[in-house]
């Protein structure tokens, strides 16, 4: 949906849109060389003349970089959907394609075209509902590539533009807990077996932020990255009204507590509208959350003051 879109990403979009003729989607594809689109239309990665790669590219799960450069996060685990669940076996397929056509250009150091698009309904639904259509897809003329392939992580990093550039860490991350790579925590916190207490801080982090941005987005309201300035996430509703500025911790078998950084502390103080979010078990089923005042810190379970 466009309010899950980066407002930048969403003007670039936009432009292009109202600048050039009215296709659908299969025509676009089909004019960039794509000469079997129309057999195609609910493919995400095809052959065009000349050998050329092209992809798609959801603008929901595009986050913006330093010096705004676009990134997106690839998953190579083939066999879970973004937003829970197992694929089936024609969209396991389509996932194999996709990958085998974009590790053919990372290992050609080639890039690719892309088209980037918009889907009616949120995007963690893309695969698991059938009313989640393409809303909006647009020719980027802008080239994409690969920029790095990890399959011990079951993840890709695509850019677009020049090489060179590559996201932080920390904004891989940050990407990673809004992005279409499925949260491998959910299959092991909380599990009997007891693989949860294998589960990372930074692990319980990722999954309570994508716990969190799915809540957010479930209701129409925007969740935008903020991680570094004292809090995590800025939520906002449609008309881009700010409503809450909030840290976002999570708790979880084997990472019971949490702390507060400096920075977070600060800003609790200073700002109004920052709230601590807290979610337990998170990564698991039966994750909640709740929502604490900078006055009810102490009162929020696993909050390690020291």
């Known amino acids: 949906m466009e309010n899950e879109v980066d407002p930048q990403v969403l003007a670039v979009i936009n432009e292009k849109r109202l600048s050039g003729p009215r296709l659908t989607p299969v025509e676009i594809v089909a004019k960039m060389g794509v000469f079997d689109a129309r057999e195609k239309p609910f493919d995400h ?51 194999k394609d996709r990958l085998a056509l974009l590790k053919r250009t990372f290992d050609a150091g ?9 889907n009616r309904l949120a995007i963690v639904e893309v695969e698991s509902n059938k009313d989640a259509k393409v809303s909006t897809r647009v020719r980027d003329d802008d080239e994409w590539h690969v920029a790095s392939w990890e399959p011990a992580q079951k993840l890709a990093v695509l ?53 969190v941005v799915k809540h957010f987005t479930g209701y129409g309201y925007k969740a935008e990255n903020m991680t570094g300035k004292g809090y995590d996430l800025e939520v906002s509703n449609a008309k881009g009204q700010t409503l809450l500025r909030v840290v976002v911790k999570g708790t979880a078998p084997g990472v019971p507590s ?39 810190i102490s009162s929020a379970p696993g909050h390690d003051p020291s």
């Open 45 to 95: 990665a095809w052959l065009a003349t000349g050998d050329n790669v092209i992809a798609t590219v959801w603008a929901e799960w595009v986050n913006v970089g330093a010096g705004g450069r676009w990134f997106c996060l690839e998953s190579l685990d083939i066999h879970h959907r973004a937003g829970g669940g197992e694929r089936n076996a024609q969209q396991v397929q389509r996932g």
């Open 110 to 118: 080639q890039g690719f075209r892309a088209v980037v698009q918009t």
């Open 159 to 211: 850019v677009r533009g020049p090489r060179g550039w590559v996201p932080t860490e920390a904004e891989v991350q940050a990407a990673r807990a809004r992005s279409n790579v499925p949260q491998q925590l959910a299959a092991g916190v909380g599990a009997a077996d007891g693989a949860a207490s294998k589960a990372s801080p930074e692990e319980v982090r990722a999954a309570a932020i994508a716990y």
């Open 258 to 296: 949490f702390k507060l950084n400096a920075e977070e502390s600060a800003c609790a103080v200073r700002e109004p509208l920052w709230r601590l979010l807290v979610v337990t078990d998170a990564g698991s089923p039966t994750a909640q959350h709740k929502i604490y005042k900078p006055t009810e």
